[in-house]
């Protein structure tokens, strides 16, 4: 194989590490979502009051709306430097264009 063909074999596998990573990402903010949510549900399903149908079923979305806000709040302060680079802003605030995507265009072309 040349030198080129290598090039473009290890953009290839670049290319699909960075599509594997997001679709990661994707489960874990999923997993931030639904864990707390289930966690919740799972206490509240021993009392047969919070049952969906009964009066004191409002408990369970009044306890786990701020319990989702509280954790995706924290998942994403937790992650601000990665939001950032992936919205493409500095820490000034300006936006900027991402290196990154532009890399490799002459050696595919």
Request: proline residues 5%.
């Amino acid at each position: 194989m040349t030198s080129i063909q290598l090039q473009a074999l290890e953009i290839y596998d670049t290319q699909r590490e960075k599509e594997h990573s997001q679709k990661l990402e994707v489960i874990t903010w999923l997993g931030v979502f639904f864990v707390p949510l289930d966690l919740l549900a799972t206490c509240f399903s021993f009392g047969d009051q919070y049952l969906p149908g009964k009066p004191d079923f409002w408990i369970f979305w009044a306890i786990a709306t701020p319990i989702l806000v509280i954790a995706v709040g924290v998942a994403a302060y937790l992650q601000r430097d990665w939001l950032r680079k992936k919205m493409g802003i500095d820490n000034k605030g300006a936006g900027t264009l991402p290196a990154d995507k532009y890399r490799f265009v002459s050696v595919v072309v």
